[in-house]
């Protein structure tokens, strides 16, 4: 009897040692958010969506690749 007292009060004493130390790792690992939001586009030759500034414009038509890119332009630039 004596020792699973003894056990629970060091399970106890563990879990909260543990629930002081989580908010400050959780802390460190989380990524910072941007502040706002950035405008999507879909690919005009498969239609993924994707960030404005990831996607190659050609023509006035957003690609999300070169591969994407119609043969005979070779001319396509980011946009700005």
Known sequence: M??????IVVAVGAAWWRSQQAPAARSKSVPPRRTTPENMVACAHCGVHLPRSE??????????????????????VPPR
């Open 2 to 7: 004596k020792y699973l007292l003894v056990l």
């Open 55 to 76: 996607a190659l414009v050609q023509d006035g038509k957003f690609y999300c690749s070169a591969a994407h890119l119609p043969r005979s332009a070779p001319d396509a």
